[in-house]
């Protein structure tokens, strides 16, 4: 029996910027009103939780429990807590649904206002933190830190699936896959026979690939810069794949002369502003200079720096593209995520193909180095 004590458990701990993950042992209090403390079982790693030991995020701060895209069981509920109870199987959500916002009530959106501008970053609703370790307060990650044997999240922030659901690939609905299938599905809304290219051949951008082909795209082109990920982005719909490095002119010529002016639907799954838009005649790849005019639409998926930003000459939207972006696929979280743990239940996409690596979770440094290197798409840590 844990529920209300406060529970020592081990933790990968980010300390600073640019620093390696740290097992540690750390305290985690238990719920408060409107929280839920879970026991994590299973957590991949993303570009993401990459991203943010590069300090990329804005307003994140250290020492930080990071993790984001994981799955686990409730140990515990707090006060008011109606939606769940001991022993449901939940998955973190990094994009809540309070379900009263303005925007929650919106068909048109998934970005929760009240998770977004009312809640203080890093910390729970009322300003503090569950986590300590060795005496320090410990930050949380995107609404959720999944990087730990036992977290404590928001009511909003997580939601229940099936409790026969076999755990283990499922935490990748909690991100990687959803952010890329969806951002195809909902976000573009590719139609049938439609020309896709997806930029950025990792998880969320292989996932992007499944998305098209799911949504009856006739040609999807795989961008990427290593060509070790070609061959799975063609087993999961990619009819074909350039590397950019290949080329000696800009690789949007290369694609506006291969697609007949440009494609339909891009997809920036990266996250480098440079590979965005490209002023003009750069080497560099740019996902909205390989639109058509009059109807090409690029959305950006990949998180880019919070420093950094794109300019470009207003004619390339005057024309007729469009620019947009989704966080989680579009996805409205609380209601979509038990539907996609169901499809794939019933196997309706097949998103096992994106777990390349398993690892015990003190591993966790070593799965990090399989995704810097380029060799893993996505790797489990099994707690
Ligand atoms: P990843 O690191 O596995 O994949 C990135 C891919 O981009 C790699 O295959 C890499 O070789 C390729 N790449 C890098 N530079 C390139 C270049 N100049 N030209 C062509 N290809 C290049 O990362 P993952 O997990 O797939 O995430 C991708 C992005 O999506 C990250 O920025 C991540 O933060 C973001 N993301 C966004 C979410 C959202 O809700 N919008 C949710 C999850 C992730
Ligand atoms: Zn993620």
């Known amino acids: 029996e844990t529920a209300g004590t406060v529970i020592k458990c081990r933790a990968a701990v980010t300390w600073c910027v ?78 809540p649904q309070c379900g009263q916002c303005r925007c929650c009530k919106d068909p048109r959106t998934n970005i929760c206002t009240t998770a977004r501008m009312e809640r203080p970053k890093g910390l729970m609703a009322d300003g503090t933190s569950r986590f300590t370790c060795k005496g320090k307060k410990i930050y949380n990650f995107l609404n959720t830190s999944t990087f730990t044997e036992y977290t404590v999240i928001d009511e909003i922030a997580a939601v229940k699936i099936d409790e026969n659901t076999a755990l283990d690939n499922i935490s990748l609905i909690g991100c990687g896959f959803s952010t ?93 502003t440079e590979t965005m ?53 579009g996805w409205k979280p609380k209601d979509s995520v038990p539907k996609l743990v169901h499809d794939y239940m019933e196997k309706k996409f097949d998103l096992d193909k994106l777990v390349t690596h398993r690892l015990p979770f003190e591993k966790i440094n070593e799965g990090f180095d399989y995704l810097r290197k380029g060799k893993s798409i996505r790797t489990i840590l099994r707690f």
């Open 180 to 272: 890329g299938y969806g951002s195809a599905l909902n976000a573009a809304k590719v139609h049938p026979g439609s020309s896709c290219a997806v930029f950025g051949l990792g998880g969320v951008g292989l996932a992007a690939v499944m998305g098209c082909k799911a949504a009856g795209a006739s040609r999807i082109i795989g961008v990427d810069i290593n060509k070790g990920k070609f061959g799975l982005a063609k087993e999961l719909g990619a009819t074909e794949c350039i590397n950019p490095k290949d080329y000696d002119k800009p690789i949007q010529q290369v694609l506006v002369e291969q697609t007949g002016g440009g494609l339909d639907y891009v997809f920036e799954c990266i996250g480098d």
């Open 277 to 329: 838009q490209a002023p003009t005649h750069e080497w560099r790849v740019a996902a909205i200079n390989s639109s058509h005019h009059g109807f090409g639409t690029t959305v950006i998926v990949g998180v880019s720096a919070a420093n950094k930003t794109i300019t470009f000459d207003p004619m390339i939207f005057l024309t007729g593209r469009t620019l947009t972006g989704s966080v989680f696929g």
């Open 18 to 95: 640019n620093e390696p993950f740290s097992i540690e042992v750390v305290e985690v209090a238990p719920p408060k009103a409107h929280e839920i403390r879970i026991k994590m079982v299973y957590t991949g790693i993303c570009g993401s939780d990459d991203n943010a030991v590069y300090g990329k995020f804005k307003d994140m701060q250290f020492p930080i429990i990071l993790g984001h895209e994981g799955v686990g069981i409730v140990e515990s509920i707090g006060g008011g807590v109606k939606g769940f109870k001991p022993g449901d199987k939940v998955i973190p959500l990094f994009a």
